[in-house]
């Protein structure tokens, strides 16, 4: 039985505050598994009779490979101390799929719980085993020595795990013990799942293509499996192969043939394990390991009849035996004892009292009816007896066993014919009863099996069309009692708003809904429910399963223990949580349709709103919505009337061609239009719209149509058009101004009137793109206006001759000349004073302005035009402007030619005065040439402050030109020498000095 664990004493003792009754919880992974069926109503049954609460918190292997498994198993993060006192864990089921190190991490995850493992020892903590290599080696012992088979493959259960390894160890060891060598192409994985066994068939028939005369699994799943595989191959087990399991589940009695396996104990490993984790919480030792042995069933799969036929059959007796009365009376202690045991084993360990008491009662009935004391005492008791043992769930073909075991022991007494007769007759209705219950007992058991199958069936159609989440509990609380479910619970996780928390939406105890806050209680998850909730009083057995969609983890829900089939709460929990899901997404679908419809009413108000036509079209062109705006323009009374309809229902052929062609390019290629500007139509007016149209996809990115943007810019259009015009009229007052500007800078640097009139002409002429311009002169008398210049060559033609227009006569120049003021023909044809001209054949308006010099006019510049309406009134302002500056450049040319006359005819003037004056001064003041070296100046007349510097120069010069070194002054002419007179003498002679000569002076009167 293993050693005592050097823990318990110390980490596996807890105390108890008050009377609280204790709680043990159970962690399994498939509480539907053949497996775990058998062993968790053991644990159940002790904590019952022990009266403390049992947790099973149901979830799937760790690290489970299969499907959305994994979401299962976030139940083991629940496990609390606030919840649960100590833990059992089925780790054969478990740890499928982890190291031993991984488990041994993921136990101490629970410390300081109390914990028990069932069927995978760790170091540390407490476990419950079997003998897993002496069953097995008793299995392949029995196929190679009883049946002689040598060929024999092996289903492997799950790699690292201890029970799969052992097993495996024992079909080696007994191959090896046996002298047959280990052939790897026998050995087949396995991962203790029904298709696994399936798989490994399929592998060695189809695959490795191997010969074999039995097949052994690791357990009693993967064997059924592998014997459906044989069947579907067209093999007969046990006629062309044998079969043999491990666990004796109850499948593999009832499997067509039964199967051949070896019987674990597995109530007794759940009740052993029970009893373990309650003498730990009660501070007493109990042992590392405990081992239970297995027993090897032998059934049809292996080609054996079962044992209570082998049983039946009586040896013959050697000597006298003693007569059946004398056997009952010298041995009944010893009958009583076999007899119970037989029938305790049936009972799977449920209790060994019932088997002694019922044993007891038949074999008094059976002696007074042997003794004649009672007539028909037997068959009534052995029904009676029968009875009570289906309803303790014990296996009634047992009970052919009980009927052998009397059989052999006294039928060999037999004394005399009739006593042979009247004693296998009683056998023979006995057994006849014995198998009419049995029968009838499985009929009942199928028949509840069924109808339960059916509740469950009706329960799911009904949970399947519920579509609100209120109206789910409710169902849930009608329907689950009908499966004798008294009490459960249901709570979602709020992930989202309160991480760590759910919320309990539903609790209901002998089907009656608790009164629930609206929208449920908040509480920790970890609580598995809220405190005002939870059972405190009675003592309960429920089952924790999450409830889980895909990978989506729902919530959790709670059942009161019912029914022990563990297939009732798995098949719940899958209703539940599709129905959960279901409801769950009708109201997140609702809240985000009401939520969406919120959003298309406010965006539907905005967009009518909006003076923009929004709408959307299919891929062949047809209305799906429009708004207000749309519908205004097409006409129609509502958006429903648009649905359906094309452009080609409302707009002009071309322009719905147009936008069709637009459309399904946009269609064709996925390429969105933008900002595209257009005519359309609006209540019969043409308007234009800047369109924006945008591909619209599906979830595969297929474009199915599209969504449209119009903006009405008409108003911008015009606005533009407006600017357009008026930055072509700026434009043009720009020409028009810098031409005004270059004309000003010509006629103020162009001195000549006849350079001054032709230059105005030409640049007026090609700044203003204009047809012709010409320039008329007032002529001396009045009464004609002499054409003077004229743009280009037509012009000088017409200049040449001199052409002339009378002033007041029937022309626009003679009438503007006449009248003074401009006259305008915006249409020549219209007016009565234009008078054509066959060398200007393509004007078309015409415009002639008076040149005016206050109020005189001198003549008129005519502008003409190949286009209608070419001069309005800022065009008219700036030539009239030219006009003007051209009257007073003209006029300023004329004055300055004047100037220049009298300027020539002043130099003429004045050149004649200068000579004479030169010749006066000569002869004022001469210089006479007397001899070499000698000159002579005789002054004559009076002596200013200006005769006495020439007096000075004409003496230097005469100086310098004579190379004179003495110079005679004679002032004898001289009338008045007074001191100003002498100082410029004086200033003459001290000048004539510095250029080396000598000065002397003659004709000095008296007086001076």
């Not at 919320?503 to 009656?512: F, I, Q, T």
């Not at 933008?674 to 924006?692: A, K």
């Amino acid at each position: 039985m293993g050693q005592p664990s050097p823990h318990v004493g110390e980490s596996h003792r807890i105390s108890h505050p008050g009377n609280r009754r204790l709680t043990l919880g159970l962690l399994l992974a498939q509480i539907d598994e053949r497996y775990q069926a058998s062993v968790w109503p053991g644990i159940a049954d002790v904590a019952q009779e022990r009266d403390v609460n049992l947790l099973l918190f149901v979830g799937e292997s760790l690290r489970s490979p299969y499907g959305f498994e994994a979401q299962a198993n976030a139940i083991y993060d629940l496990v609390s101390p606030d919840r649960v006192d100590g833990l059992i864990l089925m780790s054969g089921s478990l740890g499928n799929f982890l190291s031993l190190e991984e488990f041994r991490d993921f136990l101490q995850r629970f410390r300081p719980l109390p914990i028990v493992n069932i069927g995978l020892p760790v170091e540390g903590f407490p476990c419950v085993v079997v003998d897993n290599r002496r069953g097995m080696r008793e299995a392949i012992a029995h196929l190679i020595e009883f049946h002689g088979y040598s060929r024999l493959a092996f289903i492997q259960g799950p790699a690292g795990h201890r029970e799969a390894e052992e097993r495996y160890q024992a079909y080696a060891e007994a191959l090896a013990e046996h002298g047959l060598a280990l052939d790897p192409q026998l050995i087949v994985p396995g991962d203790f799942r029904f298709p696994t066994g399936k798989e490994a068939i399929r592998l060695l028939l189809e695959e490795r293509k191997v010969n074999f005369e039995a097949v052994i699994a690791a357990n009693d799943t993967m064997a059924l499996g592998a014997l459906e595989a044989l069947g579907e191959h067209g093999l007969r087990v046990p006629y062309d192969v044998a079969l043999v399991g491990f666990d004796d589940v109850e499948d593999a009695r009832f499997a067509t043939p039964p199967l051949t396996t070896v019987r674990q104990p597995l109530y007794n490993l759940g009740r052993r394990a029970a009893e373990m984790l309650l003498d730990l919480l009660q501070g007493e030792t109990c042992p590392e390991l405990s081992t239970l042995p297995t027993e090897l069933v032998l059934r049809q799969s292996c080609g054996c009849f079962p044992e209570m036929v082998a049983e039946a059959a009586v040896e013959p007796a050697a000597e006298m035996e003693p007569s059946p009365g004398d056997f009952l009376a010298e041995h009944p202690g010893e009958l009583l004892t076999e007899m119970a045991q037989t029938i305790s084993s049936s009972l799977a360990g449920r209790g060994e009292l019932p088997a002694v008491q019922w044993t007891e009662r038949l074999l008094h009935a059976l002696w007074a009816e042997l003794r004649g004391e009672v007539v028909g005492a037997f068959l009534p008791t052995l029904d009676g007896v029968l009875r009570e043992a289906a309803s303790a769930g014990g296996d009634i073909n047992q009970w052919q066993s009980v009927l052998s075991l009397l059989r052999r022991r006294l039928l060999p007494g037999l004394r005399g014919k009739e006593a042979l007769v009247q004693m296998e007759n009683l056998w023979q209705q006995a057994r006849v009863l014995v198998g009419e219950t049995a029968q009838r007992l499985q009929a009942y058991r199928r028949l509840l099996s069924e109808q339960r199958s059916q509740m469950l069936w009706e329960i799911g159609q009904t949970l399947s069309t519920v579509a609100e989440l209120e109206e789910l509990l409710v169902m849930v609380t009608q329907e689950l009692p009908r499966l004798d479910i008294r009490h459960g619970y249901i709570s979602l996780q709020e992930k989202e708003t309160q991480p760590g928390t759910s919320r309990l939406v539903l609790a209901y105890r002998e089907g009656e809904r608790v009164p629930l806050p609206a929208g449920g209680l908040t509480f920790p998850t970890s609580s598995l429910l809220p405190d005002e909730i939870s059972p405190r009083e009675a003592r309960y057995t429920m089952v924790a399963m999450p409830l889980y969609f895909r990978d989506t983890l729902l919530g959790l829900a709670l059942f009161g223990m019912g029914p022990r089939e563990g297939v009732v709460y798995e098949m719940l929990r899958g209703q539940l949580s599709s129905a959960l899901q279901g409801a769950l997404t009708l109201e997140e679908r609702r809240r985000g349709e009401e939520a969406l419809a919120r959003e298309r009413n406010l965006l539907r108000t905005l967009v009518d709103n909006l003076p923009d036509y929004i709408y959307v079209k299919d891929a062949e062109g047809r209305f799906i919505l429009g708004n207000a705006a749309v519908v205004r323009q097409m006409g129609v009374a509502s958006p429903d009337e648009l649905v359906g309809k094309t452009d080609f229902d409302f707009f002009p052929r071309d322009l719905a061609e147009r936008y069709y062609a637009e459309e399904q390019e946009i269609i064709r290629s996925g390429r969105g239009l933008y900002e595209h500007e257009g005519p359309t139509v609006d209540g019969g007016r043409e308007r234009w719209v800047s369109t924006t149209k945008v591909p619209l996809r599906d979830a595969q990115g297929r474009v199915i149509g599209f969504v449209g943007l119009g903006r009405d810019i008409t108003e911008r259009k015009a606005a533009e058009a407006e600017r357009e015009r008026l930055l072509a009229t700026l434009e043009r007052r720009a020409l028009q101004l810098q031409t005004a500007a270059e004309v000003a800078r010509a006629v103020s640097s162009i001195l000549d009137p006849d350079e001054l009139i032709q230059k105005v002409v030409d640049l007026v002429a090609e700044r203003f793109n204009l047809y012709y311009v010409g320039l008329y002169l007032v002529d001396a008398t009045g009464k004609w206006a002499v054409l003077r210049a004229g743009s280009g060559e037509i012009g000088r033609k017409i200049a040449a001759p001199g052409e002339r227009l009378e002033v007041g006569g029937r022309s626009m120049v003679g009438w503007c000349v006449a009248n003074k003021q401009p006259r305008i023909a915006q249409d020549v044809s219209t007016d009565p004073m234009y008078m054509a001209s066959p060398q200007l054949p393509e004007t078309r308006s015409e415009l002639v302005l008076p040149l005016k010099m206050g109020e005189r006019v001198i003549g008129a510049l005519d502008v003409e035009s190949r286009e209608v309406g070419a001069f309005p009134e800022d065009v008219v302002t700036v030539f009239q402007t030219m006009a003007d500056q051209l009257t007073v450049a003209m006029e300023n040319a004329r004055t300055v030619a004047e100037i220049r006359q009298l300027n020539e005819d002043l130099k003429g003037t004045l050149e004649t005065q200068a000579r004479l004056l030169e010749t006066i001064r000569a002869l004022s003041t001469p210089v006479v040439p007397l001899m070499r070296g000698i000159i002579l100046l005789p002054l004559v007349g009076n002596i200013d402050t200006a005769r006495s510097l020439q007096i000075m120069e004409q003496l230097l010069n005469g100086v310098q030109q004579h190379r004179a070194q003495v110079a005679i002054v004679d002032i004898t002419g001289v009338p008045i020498v007074d001191t100003s007179v002498a100082n410029s003498l004086v200033r003459a002679a001290q000048a004539v000095n510095l250029l080396g000569a000598e000065v002397v002076l003659v004709g000095i009167r008296p007086e001076v």
